[in-house]
């Protein structure tokens, strides 16, 4: 590995807590943000000549705070900038003493810089946008290239959600117990929508939106780091990794999704999946079960599994009524016939989801699954019907393209001349 | 003799590398591996899993304490180790350098093994 890859991981690594750190010092993002560039652009001129620091976000957070109270000084008394050398040669004695003025803050920090970003205020997509930009530092192409827009309509977006945050109050105290975990609560939500941003991609921009997925997972390991006991931060980072552990089966070659029961399991990273089971093992300890704990024990479950026919549906079944009752959601409910069609049959299972109609009518999955299950009981005409809703509402061209599939298979099989 | 390789290296870094940057690595080790095999001086090899999926349990009580987490919080995290039967310490440095070339960055404590037994546990599932 050369000296400049070393050097980038090294930089995004340490951003998370420098620029947290920096938004305390600053309280704001702006400015939090252009001294954390200036420390890296400093990084990369004294880290190749003098090797990489001990703590490379101390570093960071002490080079980019005089960096900006140079430059503050700068402006108002025209003095001069201070040699290079001074500040590469910032020696362990400094990092010291930057890591323990930070050090005791560090969780809150980074939990504070996430929070900003899922302001109440802002809609889903700009709190995304601006967490991959400020907490995970992807540039605004790379961020435009996942979503799909322009380069101009992303960046108008990232500072229209900053200027939002600017004039929203935030508390730069340490939170309380109570505070603390209402923040932790805003943040795992979000950090599990990037990472359905991420998954929900089509075919095309897979690696774009993959990138999403990978964030994701990196940010919940973050978030796992700082709050190591915690159940839910638990069971949500082992649902990413199951789900992310199946992302090279999920398209075939043509970009088409593949269902569950259809993927090449061999694909499936078992490294991921090793992680994901030891993690919703140490969650089920603590008997504080929560809604990600639940998924990601349903996800564990079909990660056990060798083939489909494996699957512990019963099991699945009996985690998705426990979800139902901790965070009741037509969705659920929907996912629960799914279990329930394997293990008590399609009739129950489409009785269950008749209910759901009304407020899942314009849902894809909806009419997909209830397709299914009308195929299943051989109500053809019904089921074709459903599909063809389901097509009308697909949100992406391979998810149209899967239910077409079925439907071909349908004309196909109800042909009246059979060979 | 046997040593122990212990690798430290920070984990966040090492969270940061790209899928691509760890198949790279892993390549790279692969090759110094199959040169120690073939000298006959390669014993156990362990990648672990991140220290957020470690539990540690303290026994300076009773009963024992169950921790989330790993044994120690440091700012470099122990992520692997080799075993290596090798003539002595210039032996094991020398792998030690071809490891480090193939994986820069961390430290590598080297320490002499007192007792090994290579058990009868298979390999790790895949």
Redesign the interface.
């Known amino acids: 590995?050369t000296d400049l890859?070393?050097i980038d991981?090294?930089l995004?690594?340490?951003r998370p807590q420098a620029v947290a750190a920096l938004l305390r010092y600053f309280r704001d993002l702006d400015a939090a943000e252009e001294a954390f560039q200036d420390a890296c652009l400093r990084a990369l001129k004294s880290w190749p000549q003098n090797g990489?620091p001990?703590?490379a976000a101390a570093w960071l957070i002490m080079v980019g705070r005089n960096a900006a109270i140079d430059s503050a000084r700068r402006q108002s008394r025209h003095q001069p900038l201070p040699a290079e050398e001074l500040i590469s040669d910032l020696n362990d004695a400094e990092s010291d003493l930057a890591e323990r003025l930070d050090g005791a803050h560090y969780r809150d920090d980074v939990l504070r810089l996430l929070f900003i970003c899922c302001h109440p205020d802002l809609p889903a997509t700009q709190q995304i946008a601006l967490a991959l930009r400020i907490v995970s530092g992807l540039t605004v192409r790379q961020i435009a290239r996942a979503f799909l827009v322009g380069e101009a309509a992303m960046e108008q977006r990232i500072t229209r959600a900053k200027r939002r945050i600017a004039e929203a109050d935030v508390a730069f105290e340490t939170p309380g117990p109570v505070e603390r975990a209402e923040r932790l609560a805003a943040v795992a939500a979000m950090v599990y929508l990037i990472f359905n941003e991420g998954y929900s991609a089509p075919g095309g921009e897979v690696d774009a939106r993959g990138r999403l997925s990978?964030e994701a997972v990196?940010l919940a390991?973050l978030l796992?780091?700082l709050f190591?006991?915690e159940p839910e931060i638990?069971g949500l980072?082992a649902l990413l990794l199951l789900q992310h552990a199946r992302s090279a089966a999920r398209f075939d070659a043509e970009g088409a999704v593949v269902l569950l029961e259809d993927q090449d399991r061999s694909l499936w990273n078992?490294?991921l999946i090793?992680?994901g089971l030891?993690?919703v093992d140490?969650a089920l300890?603590h008997r504080r079960p929560g809604p990600y704990q639940i998924q990601a024990a349903i996800a564990a479950l079909h990660a056990r599994a060798a083939r489909p026919q494996d699957t512990d549906w019963a099991q699945i079944d009996l985690l998705y009524g426990t979800l139902e009752r901790l965070a009741p959601s037509p969705v659920v409910t929907l996912n629960r016939a799914v279990a329930v069609s394997k293990v008590r049959g399609p009739a129950a299972a489409l009785e269950m989801i008749e209910p759901l109609e009304p407020r899942l009518s314009g849902y894809f999955h909806y009419m997909g699954v209830k397709g299914g299950l009308l195929l299943q009981l051989g109500r053809t005409e019904e089921a074709r019907a459903a599909f063809d809703q389901a097509i009308a509402l697909a949100n992406t061209a391979a998810e149209a393209a899967h239910i077409r599939l079925h439907l071909d298979r349908l004309m196909r099989d109800t042909a009246p001349a059979r060979a | 003799m046997l040593y122990a390789i212990l690798c430290y290296h920070s984990e966040d870094v090492v969270g940061a590398w790209t899928k691509a940057e760890d198949d790279a690595c892993m390549a790279r080790l692969g090759a110094v591996h199959e040169k120690l095999a073939r000298e006959g001086k390669l014993g156990p090899v362990a990648r672990l899993l991140p220290t957020t999926a470690a539990t540690t349990l303290r026994k300076d009580q009773d009963p024992p304490l169950v921790i989330d987490g790993p044994f120690a919080e440091t700012k470099e995290q122990l992520l692997g180790f080799y075993v290596l039967d090798v003539a002595g310490l210039d032996e094991a440095l020398e792998a030690a350098r071809d490891l480090g070339r193939a994986n820069p960055g961390g430290a590598y404590e080297i320490r002499p093994i007192a007792l090994f037994s290579p058990g009868t546990a298979g390999a790790a599932p895949p």
Do not use: F, G, V
């Open positions: 590995m890859t070393w991981a090294t995004t690594s340490a990489p001990r703590d990978d990196r390991r796992l780091r190591q006991t638990m980072t078992h490294k090793a992680e030891a993690l140490k300890r």
